[in-house]
């Protein structure tokens, strides 16, 4: 068990760009997290997957954010035309389905994304 | 999930106990009070939970007053380690058949020092 694992850790990128982050959960989770966590605030909840099925999804997650985890094993979160708004951390979680809450459920370090 | 009141930030001396209040009066009767942590450049930390009896594990314990409407996170002998963003949540049951997305507040940011 490795903990989750989440790739870039810092990414610095233009207005407009696009960006891509990758999550690798513990790898018998079935469930995965995104959350996002501006500058002074606690961390707030993007979307959810159980396997490979986003079965959740914030309002905060803009027609710009896309999320997949394709085979229900590693994520990604990517980000379209990138904006300074969205200087953030990422963060990823995962836990087991069938695990009661708080035991299992592990946060990864998050990608820490600055737009200039 | 109840809404939750900490105090922006603390300070404690290297060794003495931290005493984190949080606030939560309209909790309800099914809904656990959670502790986690974030070390700076790091994702939160699990610490603690409970529902109404006080909890003690390795790392803190946590009392719950009886009315329920606060508790106190205690650190029993702060080290520097242990400066953080200390974040008090409350949620409704630890069913395992609901997704666990977590709502967090500010928390309180904790200053250890020597």
């Known amino acids: 068990d490795t903990g989750v694992s989440q790739d870039p850790r810092h990414k610095i990128t233009k207005r407009g760009q696009n960006v891509t982050f990758r999550c690798d959960p513990i790898?018998?989770?079935?469930?995965l997290y995104w959350y996002r966590q501006t500058l002074g605030q606690g961390p707030e909840f993007l979307t959810y997957f159980q396997n490979e099925a986003q079965l959740e999804k914030s309002r905060l997650l803009s027609d710009r954010f896309s999320a997949e985890r394709p085979k229900g094993s590693f994520s990604t979160l990517e980000i379209q035309r990138t904006e300074q708004g969205d200087s953030a951390m990422y963060l990823c979680?995962?836990?087991?389905?069938?695990?009661?809450?708080?035991?299992?459920?592990?946060f990864g370090s998050g990608t820490r994304l600055t737009v200039v | 999930d109840a809404k939750t009141t900490q105090p922006p930030s603390m300070d404690c001396a290297e060794g003495r106990a931290a005493n984190l209040p949080c606030n939560h009066s309209?909790?309800?009767?099914?809904?656990?009070v959670y502790w986690y942590r974030q070390i700076h450049s790091q994702g939160p930390q699990y610490i603690i939970h409970?529902?109404?009896n006080n909890e003690t594990n390795e790392m803190a314990s946590l009392i719950i007053t009886e009315d329920r409407k606060s508790s106190t996170l205690i650190l029993p002998h702060a080290t520097l380690r242990d400066t953080a963003v200390y974040y008090c949540i409350v949620r409704a049951s630890i069913n395992t058949g609901t997704a666990s997305k977590l709502t967090f507040g500010t928390g309180t940011r904790l200053q250890v020092m020597l």
């Open positions: 979680a995962s836990s087991m389905r069938g695990q009661a809450f708080p035991y299992g459920y592990t």
């Open positions: 309209t909790i309800s009767g099914n809904e656990y």
């Open positions: 790898s018998e989770h079935n469930r």
């Open positions: 409970g529902l109404k």
